[in-house]
């Protein structure tokens, strides 16, 4: 009996000596502008506009609304929440718990750019791009409320610049000097290619841009 209880004591006391784990916790990835993210109903790239809360935004002619978005590191981002095209050419992801939307844009090069703010920059002032394809291009600001004629209708207030894209940059954005100017809408398949500017974006969701 005496020998049964000294064993029952020495179980209990190792049992109290086990370490408790912490449960791992779930991986997290940043949103950046300028990485490239699919559809689950296609395989064509698109690329992230800006980070905004809960998500980002990008061209309304990457997704339609209520479609699952997927990173380019193959994991699930979340689900378009809204999308238009013409209209105001914007669209928005609601991004899920594995993804951390940061105010950074991403040069191509394993470095970012911080963005601070969506002061428009003037014409003629220098901007650079980050596409999912083109990597990161640069230019100028050539002229601001452009009108560009689309199959699917007209989009107004447009930035037009220099810089050279492809169609798998639709979404990319445009930053000058560390403030968000616009997201890719439009190319002419050369080095003219208009933005869509940001606020334009923002306003009709009523979302706030993320900055560091």
Known sequence: MIRSLLAL????????????????????????????????????????????????????????????????????????????????????????SSWQ?????????????????????????AACMSGAVSGWQCGVIQARDVTVNFPEGVLNGLIQTDICAAPGDRGAPLIADGQAQGILIATSGGCTSFFLPVDEVLAPYGLTLVTE
């Open 9 to 96: 004591a020495c179980t209990l006391v190792a049992l109290m000596s086990v370490p408790v784990l912490p449960a791992a916790a779930a991986a997290t990835y940043d949103v950046r502008g300028g990485d490239a993210f699919t559809t689950a109903s296609s395989s064509g790239r698109c690329t992230v506009g800006f980070s905004v809360g809960g998500g980002y935004i990008t061209s309304g002619e990457c997704a339609g609304a209520g479609e699952t978005v997927i990173g380019d590191n193959g994991v699930v981002q979340g689900t378009v929440q809204g999308t238009t095209f013409p209209g105001h050419g914007g669209a928005w992801v609601r991004t899920n």
């Open 101 to 125: 939307p940061r105010g950074l844009v991403d040069r191509q090069d394993g470095t970012s750019v911080t963005v601070s703010g969506s002061q428009p920059a003037p014409v003629g002032s």
